[in-house]
């Protein structure tokens, strides 16, 4: 065992080591990057004429890159180690977004949707993959509740710029800050992990990290479970791409400004890392089963809200619920998802999970939403959240079992010793 395994294994399963922290600080600035495209894209584009069915087939391009790029973040970093896929993440992330000023045609915004979609995912897999391998079994919700917290309230504070930037200064400004926070993220790759080899030994990549153990035999993949909570992912999903039409729903129906979009998307944003970590304990304590129901239900009801909101208090009154929803619902989720892999495909996992699952069902929401929107109006494309959302209940309470796997064993390395 490694000095840093000793130091490790000695302080217990509350370790937050270097190495974990330097991953979230990465992983969080580079969606504090991607989050200040979120309140003004459908604002900007709709600028320069673009229907709303068509800008929701522009995201749905957009998830389609997010496909790839989350597998194959995912694969490489169980095989050749974390270091690349955060590379391209990173530093090469900023041009293309860049490239959405320059972006003239139809065509050419399509293909920098792709591109962008391609690139940002490939950090997905790796990460969760990293914390999955990590956390001790008993608390791993309150693990991925720790690093989905983070997450969020980079996330906010790149939601509360991003509108008032597109305000006072236009929105080219934005997508130019949104590069440049992707570069810091690229910087803090080469500096904080300059130890770590490009290409590392895929066994010494998932060696335990709490037994000092080296795994001689591979345990079979559950497939059965992960192909059920794919589609579980899928199901609360469809309703996140379609949230991505808030912004056109708060503007275009209630008359509300960029910066107040940025505002409620903050407030969102908000709501929902407070409460992580306290509904990430409640997972690990009482069934992560019963908090994905739960999350469900109260997802399919926020979005009926959002459908038949008719004034501003209605509205926020839906996007809290949706808040207390998804903090329900994704450590829950993605704890469950590692307890059912084994350690050598934590990472593979977690990007086939974010493709095949929030992806996927991401892209669904958006030309679903889009072309309801154009059809039918707001209240038929929120409405499909409803759906989607009661039905994963039902799927929830009829497939999944009520408790963890027990007896697996928690693994992992630290990156610095993955050599």
Not at 25 to 41: H, R
Not at 185 to 210: C, E, H, N
Not at 261 to 272: E, K, W
């Amino acid at each position: 065992m490694t000095t840093r395994e000793t130091k490790t294994a000695a302080i217990g399963k509350w370790t937050l080591s270097g190495d974990l922290l330097t991953i979230i600080a990465i992983m969080s600035v580079s969606v504090m990057a991607m989050a200040f495209l979120q309140p003004i894209l459908p604002l900007y584009l709709t600028t320069k004429g673009v229907s709303p069915s068509v800008l929701g087939l522009m995201f749905s391009v957009g998830m389609v890159g997010m496909v790839i790029g989350e597998v194959s973040g995912g694969w490489i970093a169980d095989r050749i180690g974390i270091k690349i896929p955060l590379i391209v993440g990173t530093f090469v992330c900023a041009p293309i977004v860049v490239g959405f000023v320059f972006a003239r045609s139809t065509a050419s915004i399509f293909l920098v949707f792709l591109f962008w979609g391609i690139i940002r995912a490939t950090i997905f897999g790796p990460g969760r993959g990293y914390i999955g391998r990590i956390a001790p079994l008993d608390n791993k919700a309150t693990f991925m509740a720790i690093y989905a917290t983070v997450m969020h309230v980079t996330r906010s504070l790149g939601l509360l710029a991003s509108g008032f930037i597109a305000d006072n200064w236009g929105y080219n400004w934005t997508f130019l800050f949104s590069g440049g926070i992707s570069v810091v993220a690229g910087i803090l790759v080469v500096v904080r992990l300059r130890k770590v080899p490009l290409v590392t030994s895929g066994t010494d990549a998932v060696r335990p990290q709490f037994s000092g153990q080296t795994l001689t035999q591979k345990p079979p993949v559950n497939l059965r479970s992960f192909v059920v909570q794919c589609f579980l992912a899928g199901f609360h999903s469809v309703g996140n791409g379609i949230y991505s039409f808030l912004p056109l729903l708060a503007t275009q129906v209630f008359g509300a400004t960029a910066t107040q979009v940025g505002m409620l998307l903050t407030i969102d944003g908000v709501v929902t890392s407070t409460l992580f970590i306290i509904f990430g304990k409640l997972a690990d304590r009482r069934g992560k089963k019963l908090l994905i129901v739960s999350a469900f239900l109260l997802t399919a009801s926020a979005f009926a809200g959002l459908a038949l909101a008719k004034d501003f208090p209605l509205l926020i009154l839906s996007m809290l619920v949706k808040s207390l929803s998804q903090a329900m619902f994704n450590p829950a989720a993605v704890a469950l998802l590692s307890d059912t892999v084994p350690a050598y495909w934590q990472s593979t996992a977690m990007g086939i999970y974010g493709a095949a699952g929030e992806d996927v069902g991401s892209i669904i929401g958006s030309a679903a939403a889009g072309g309801a929107w154009t059809a039918w109006g707001s209240s038929s494309a929120f409405m499909i959240g409803t759906v989607s959302n009661a039905i994963g209940a039902i799927v929830t309470y009829s497939f999944v079992a009520g408790k963890s796997r027990k007896g697996q064993v928690s693994t992992a390395v630290s990156p610095t010793d993955a050599k």
